[in-house]
């Protein structure tokens, strides 16, 4: 007996400190197993008590390993982002290098201007003139503009003298002349009522030379055989029809004409605009 105990005790003193620890673990769970067994049932026996403990502790394990994944956030869950796509940046981000258009101009309108009427026979190339520049706020004489224009007793030459004049009173330099050789052709009658709104829309009259016939929209006839020129300082209904200021009789100044019926009055002539 003395032998066999001195065998045991050099066999678990030779033994690896990880072996050691690793039995007793085991015997701590046994001991407090088989207590917590024993306390609650005293009368099973030895067999069924060890077959119950055993099952306990696999159920207890299971449970354990099911609560530790339904705390852990799922690896299949995508995690969220504030990133927005590149069509919705697309979207919330103006194009800034696009150029914003320009306001389209009024379907009507008709510039403030002081008329008056010509004072000689052969004036009325400086008087259009002189009325044109009134809507600009340019106020001068028909004596000081027919000596610019080098009007005389047979008239002022041409619709290029008017733009000239106009250029050099008005800042900028705006004005350009449209000669119309014979008969205009529709895409000349389309320039003039662009060339007119335009004008207008930036406070600017328009001079024409105009020769022969025409009929204004209330039905009154205007005839100049020899040339004449007049003031547009008006249109409505989108340039369809121009307002004229025509300092050849006091009683009748500004009447309607339709821009077709006054591109067909310049025929032979030109206008600045």
């Not at 105990?5 to 003193?13: D, H, S, T």
């Not at 008017?162 to 014979?182: D, S, W």
Request: charge should be neutral.
């Amino acid at each position: 007996m003395k032998h066999t105990m001195q065998r045991q005790l050099r066999r678990f003193a030779t033994q690896r400190p990880y072996q050691i620890a690793a039995a007793s673990a085991a015997a701590l769970v046994i001991a407090t197993t088989t207590g917590a067994l024993l306390a609650t049932a005293d009368d099973a026996p030895a067999s069924q008590r060890t077959a119950t403990t055993v099952a306990e502790m696999r159920s207890d394990t299971v449970a354990s390993l099911g609560e530790a994944r339904d705390a852990s956030p799922s690896a299949s869950a995508a995690p969220a982002t504030s990133a927005a796509s590149p069509a919705a940046k697309a979207s919330s981000n103006p194009d800034l290098t696009r150029k914003p258009e320009p306001p389209k101009p009024p379907a009507t309108k008709v510039l403030k201007y002081e008329y008056e009427a010509q004072n000689t026979y052969y004036n009325c190339g400086p008087a259009a003139t002189r009325n044109a520049l009134s809507a600009t706020g340019i106020d001068r004489t028909q004596e000081e503009l027919g000596a610019e224009l080098g009007t005389t007793e047979m008239g002022t030459n041409s619709a290029e003298d008017t733009t000239r004049v106009l250029n050099a009173e008005v800042k900028g330099a705006p004005y350009r002349t449209r000669m119309f050789a014979g008969a205009p052709s529709p895409a000349q009658m389309d320039r003039l009522q662009a060339d007119v709104v335009k004008a207008i829309t930036d406070g600017r009259g328009v001079v024409a030379n105009v020769v022969g016939d025409a009929t204004d929209t209330d039905g009154g006839w205007h005839s100049y055989g020899g040339g004449h020129y007049i003031a547009v300082v008006g249109y409505k209904d989108n340039g369809r029809t121009v307002r004229i200021a025509d300092s050849a009789n006091p009683a009748d100044p500004s009447y309607w004409i339709t821009t077709i019926d006054l591109a067909n009055w310049i025929a032979s002539r030109g206008y600045s605009a």
